[in-house]
């Protein structure tokens, strides 16, 4: 390790003012190193450099001022057990009080004669005159000429448990003074040259410590050289990984290359069911094309809900099988698989494949009787959950792998495969579009097709907002619905610290709609706590018709297809994420009668939660919402919890830094091909990236 290496790796536990209980509240906050306390940066920054005459103090602004203390000390309020601190301070112009609520150990901060720099909200005193109310304060006597938290531009870092953002600063201030002066940079003279990039070691200090002269809005949108160059240097080093990974992936060979002759253009056209839309023909184009090449495919399907992907990974499937290969085909749920299974069956009839349902509720002895058939190759597509690569299945000759409704997990099943020495094609379809830049991070080594269009004789779904005082009235337009024919989904948001109560209340709502509001209709319910027979037999009741409305937790979010339901009607709609809710609306508008997608809303609306309901009314298009949403939530959000496979960054933010990720990624293509590393020494790149941006899981 150099020593540049080493200082970055030190252990925060080891800094001076770090005990033991704060480095464990840092450890908290994923703050464990020198490394990660300077590749973080603050959440703001304050301007508190200009220094003002005392005299000119008005009530209502934050101020810097620097004065003596004239006098100190704690004095009682009214309140038992509240003390207040307060000190008196003057400079040439005049005198300000300064006060300090329950901080009783200023008494052996402070002290008459002292020079202090402070810096908080200048108020009305209730007896006239302004004071200073818990201000931030330095004392300038024990600072070496520099102030740390006055003063100047500082930086305001996020509280990490009982390490306050002040403690941290100092913390920072510390560390950046020992930063050794030939800090190594992985950003080359030339490459820094070209983009007008400060030194490695100059970034860090003007990204926490900003010089005097640099605007506090450009700080506040991270857009200084400095913080740019600290944004492009984690983004280049996150693509060379990338870059690398793919280098690496295309030496590898699948284990039997794909033919497309006549026969199997017949063989698909005799299974197909209707004509493909242009947007599907492209993308089975795309997806044979790599089907026919020696290295595994590795491609994602975005088309949204109802665009029709499942019929193209079928005739991908089909040409896999007509060669001789294997198909798993993975869903997320048992009830999506067995909805695969019975409609891969349906159009699979007249050829001569078999395909067989794995999952869960597979009875041990016909588990056994499907397995043996998997490793003789008599089976030829199997179709299950998850499950499917990660047990005990031995596949003859796998050759393709689709996975539905996971691009979460798809790179880690991949990963799976590769470990049980598989390299079969794999194609992952989501429903979720995928913002272009998110795109370009996330799954930089993956291909991408997209279907934009929806089948023909599709009617745009219509999408009402309402509050709850009209829910009445929805009730009765559902009643309107169901008389001509169509069905309904009643969903209930499941906050999940208290799935017991939401369960509760979807009970409750499911009875309360049977008995009182649609006495005479057939109402389902359907939650994620129920067995898997039960919502089975519940889906099926709804699929077949047996049901008029189901009511239900989230879980049709991820793929219930049942044409004839033409209402979705969604309750506490200001509690979704706005992909959640244009999935859900998702699960109707597959047939040629009207759909309607009613979401009531309850009372405080905040201010995303309206943007949320109005970009709903305001577009059907999947990837428009994907785009608002990631504006919205930010992408930390945008899928969600932390999730496999999901590099973790610590600087870049995808949607501002969304340029500097395109610029690296071209930079780093170029580093690659200039440079031209041996085997190892890529393989070496590919270690230290997966563990820095925490992929090792996706290997
Ligand atoms: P998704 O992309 O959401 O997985 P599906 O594959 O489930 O969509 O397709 C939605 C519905 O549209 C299915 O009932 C399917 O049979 C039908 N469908 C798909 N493609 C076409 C097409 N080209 N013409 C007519 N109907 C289609
Ligand atoms: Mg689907």
């Known amino acids: 390790m150099s020593a540049s290496e080493e ?52 009530p209502g602004q934050a101020a810097s001022i620097a004065g003596r203390v004239l006098s100190c000390g704690l004095r009682s309020t009214r309140r038992p057990g509240f003390k207040i601190f307060e000190a008196l301070l003057a400079d040439e112009s005049g005198s ?3 006060t300090w609520l329950n901080q009783a150990f200023l008494r052996d901060v402070f002290a008459a004669g002292q020079h202090v720099v402070l810096f908080g909200p200048v108020e009305m005193r209730g007896s006239g005159g ?92 991270f857009d200084t050289p400095a913080q740019r160059r600290l944004v492009f240097e984690e983004a280049f080093l996150f693509q060379l990984g990338v870059l690398a990974r793919r280098r690496v992936a295309a030496e590898e060979e699948k284990p039997a290359v794909v033919r497309v002759d006549d026969r199997i253009r017949e063989s698909a056209r005799a299974v197909l069911p209707f004509k493909l839309t242009p947007g599907q023909r492209q993308a089975l184009k795309e997806i044979v094309e790599d089907q026919q090449r020696p290295q595994p495919m590795n491609r994602l399907l975005q088309g949204d809900v109802g665009a029709g992907k499942t019929i193209v990974a079928l005739l991908a499937a089909l040409v896999a099988m007509e060669n001789g290969l294997q198909v798993a ?33 597979t009875s041990s002895a016909a588990r056994r009787r499907q397995l043996a058939e998997i490793a003789a ?31 979460r997990f798809g790179v880690l099943q991949r990963a799976t495969l590769r470990e049980k020495g598989l390299h079969p094609d794999v194609l992952v379809m989501t429903a979720t579009p995928i913002p272009r830049t998110l795109a370009l991070t996330m799954y930089g080594d993956l291909e991408v097709s997209v279907i934009r269009d929806l089948p023909p004789g599709r009617l745009p779904i219509k999408t009402v907002v309402q509050p709850e005082s009209r829910r009445d009235e929805l009730h009765q337009f559902l009643r309107g619905q169901i008389n001509e024919g169509r069905q309904a ?27 009182e509001v649609f006495p005479d209709l057939r109402v389902g319910l359907l939650h994620g706590r129920m067995k898997a027979d039960g919502k089975e037999r519940v889906i099926k009741a709804f699929a077949a018709g047996e049901l008029d409305i189901l009511v239900a ?33 998702g699960r109707v508008g597959r047939s040629h009668h009207q759909s309607y997608c009613c979401l009531l809303y309850q009372h405080p609306l905040s201010d995303e939660a309206r943007e949320r309901l109005r970009a709903m009314t305001d577009t059907t298009d999947g990837f428009e919402i994907a785009e608002r949403d990631l504006q919205l939530r930010g992408p930390g959000d945008f899928f969600g919890t932390r999730q496999a496979g999901v590099p973790t960054f610590r600087l870049i933010h995808l949607v501002r830094d969304h340029r500097l990720l395109e610029t690296a990624r071209a930079e780093a293509a170029d580093w690659l091909a200039s440079t031209a590393p041996a085997r190892d020494a890529v393989a070496a790149l590919l270690e230290s990236w997966s563990s820095r941006f925490k992929l090792m899981q996706i290997g």
Do not use: C, W
């Open 329 to 361: 085909f993975m869903a997320p749920t048992e009830i999506l698989a067995e909805q695969h299974f019975a409609s891969i069956t349906r159009t699979l009839q007249a050829s001569r494949f078999r395909v067989a349902l794995l999952t869960g509720a």
């Open 130 to 221: 302004l004071q200073l109310t818990n201000p931030q304060y330095e004392r300038l006597d024990d600072e070496e000429g520099e102030t740390v938290h006055t003063g100047r531009i500082v930086p305001v870092y996020e509280k990490a448990g009982g390490v306050t953002p002040k403690i941290q600063r100092r913390l920072v201030h510390d560390i950046l003074d020992r930063l050794p002066a030939d800090l190594e940079d992985p950003l080359s003279d030339p490459l820094r040259l070209r983009h007008g990039f400060p030194a490695r070691a100059a970034a860090l200090r003007a990204a926490h410590f900003p010089p005097a002269d640099l605007p506090v809005d450009a700080l506040n949108r």
């Open 96 to 98: 300000v009080r300064a």
């Open 489 to 515: 989904y009643v969903i209930y948001p499941l906050v999940e610290e208290s799935e017991k109560v939401a369960l509760k209340a979807a009970t409750e709502m499911a009875d309360h709609l049977a008995q």
């Open 377 to 407: 190759g008599s089976l030829h597509l199997v179709v299950g959950t998850h499950a499917l690569v990660q047990g005990d299945v031995q596949f003859h000759a796998l050759g393709l792998v689709v996975i539905d409704e996971q691009h």
């Open 7 to 58: 200082f970055l790796a030190t252990s925060l536990q080891f800094l001076k003012g770090v005990g033991p209980r704060r480095a464990a509240d840092l450890a908290r906050a994923g703050l464990h190193t020198v490394e990660d306390l300077l590749y973080r940066f603050p959440l703001r920054y304050e301007d508190r450099s200009r220094l003002q005459p005392i005299a000119s103090l008005k």
């Open 553 to 585: 937790t989230t879980v049709v979010e991820v793929g219930v297809d049942v044409p004839n339901a033409g209402v979705m009607l969604v309750e506490h709609a200001e509690r979704f994420g706005l992909s959640q809710l244009h999935q859900l609306r």
